[in-house]
């Protein structure tokens, strides 16, 4: 695909753009609308009827595909279910019948839904693992429940309806589940708020536990749930540093991931202004593993040192961003980094760059001989990235690719990127890859391995270690399985080979593959076959990696880190910071 066809995506089909504009939505609200309507003025009819069970019938297929996502049951469609509880009331008024209260109380319970999602909504966690501060960070149980027991209740008024069954019995029913989600809404709409008000509470006194704690240093995160590889890369080496230091969680939706990654303090700041409680005097440094918007926020504290260590060495725009350039220190692992500003037109202070090699790769084993009679070969394509400047992913071919391969009778290991489900083309193609691999596997039990051990429980070093060839893209597991000194095939996807090859350094070590079945053998052929590019790679290898053998790959980023965090700032820049701090231990604050 080249890059003018990427800058015209695919919509998708009418289906899934009707998805996208909340079609299905809009045709339950109409359809429970009519119901309601019909029930009010005509009483029981075949019309009435029929729109109730469209609008349950499409609430119920919505329901469904969330696949399984209780939590997201809380206040959805609360407009049609009111409508549909309405138009059962309305039924239940012309009838005399027994359901009439029950109805109500259901309804007012249907009601309270959004009041406690927006309780809860203010009730996030506030901290973990930090001495002075004891809040709970999560509610007693699932709010998914208030929302079920009520869609139990609107399930048995409309079966009733449908089947005119009117008996005590149904009421009692309809009753005991509005009751029951009533009161557990209201218990945990009180549990949600004592958790605000302990969370204002830790507010008052977070700013002493962070001083009696003393960090040396803070790690700045901003990413959305799957991202903990980011920071679970370095937080092995960022803890040999040896000093403490706490983590500063702006995305409320990583908050468990992250604790479950380490016993050091993380903190959820959500907003701007609360980040100004963080800033301790021993605080000397900030390190960053990604270049999140919100990751301004605190670079705006000109008293501390600010360190990019990105989460990854590659050629995709996003590593030659000018914002970048707002870090005081940018860690890289070799030259190219430095490099690629450079032919990019992005000036940068001579000490803005650090070479620091890539401490991740210690334990990635190096090549040990030719390639065996049966190569394991690991696929690991790109995501479809953001924008059309980095859609550099392979895996819209990876059928054609992975369907080569098995054909020369190869084991493979697929590692697809964790955001490959953003886009539904590259995750259909990713479900078609491993139903190849499935197939092949029940025929030959070669071994191949495509589920969740290879994607995402194993490190991509010990991938690494199982494979003798890899397959990928411009991404940053290329340049890190140059460590290994083992083959590679890169594809190129938003320019013609030769063009590719002149503005990549890295595809010189590599054999290049374009997205057509011809180039994809012709890559692969020279991949498994005669290595041509051993030389290329261990060239390759010092001006990607810098050059750090695996005994001291590691040893080098802790040495410039502890040097970044016993840096003085600038005599204004420390004058102003002492005053500061002055000033606010006066204010008690």
Known sequence: MSAADSSHPDRGSFRARFRRAAGPTLVINVAALLAAVTAAVAGPSAPGTTA????????????????GKLARLLASHVLARALLITSA??????????LLVPAVMLGISTLLEPVLKRILAGAVPYAAQLPGIRTRNHELASPAGVAVGNMGGLAVLFVTDLLAIRSDAVSWSVAILAVASMLFAVVLAVDGVQRIR???????????????????FAV???????????????????????????????????????????????LLRKTHADLDDMIVPTLRAAFYVNNAVRNAQFVRFAELWHVQLNHGESDKAPSYNPVLRAYDRNFVAGQAAVDRFAAHGLATAPEYFEIIGRPQLEHVRQADGPLPAVPTVLYAPTWAGFNADSAYSSLGVGPELVTQLVERGCRVLFRPHPYTDRSPELAAAADTVRALLEADEAKTGIGHEFGERVASELTIAECFNLADALVSDVSSVVPDFLFSGKPFAISTMLAPAEEFIDGYAIAAAGYVF??????????????????????????AKEYYLGGESPESVSARFIEAARE???????????????????????EGR
């Open 52 to 67: 109730a069970v469209v609008a349950i019938a499409v609430l119920a297929w919505v329901e469904a595909r969330r696949g």
């Open 89 to 98: 009331v309305a039924l239940a008024a012309v009838g005399g019948s027994s």
């Open 198 to 216: 302990a969370r204002r509470v830790a507010d008052r006194t977070v700013n002493d536990a962070m001083r009696a704690y003393a960090p040396a």
């Open 220 to 266: 700045h995160w901003d990413a959305g749930p799957g991202t903990g590889y980011q920071l679970a890369m370095w937080l092995p080496y960022l803890e040999r540093i040896g000093e403490p230091f706490v983590i500063i969680l702006r995305n409320q939706a990583t908050f468990d991931e992250t604790v479950g990654l380490t016993d050091r303090p993380v």
């Open 514 to 539: 374009e997205p057509t079945p011809e180039s994809i053998r012709a890559a692969l052929d020279d991949m498994l076959g005669v290595d041509t590019k051993q030389a290329a790679r261990a060239v």
């Open 564 to 586: 970044v965090i016993a840096m003085p700032k600038p005599p204004a820049i420390e004058a102003a910071r002492e005053a500061d701090h002055a000033s606010a231990r006066g």
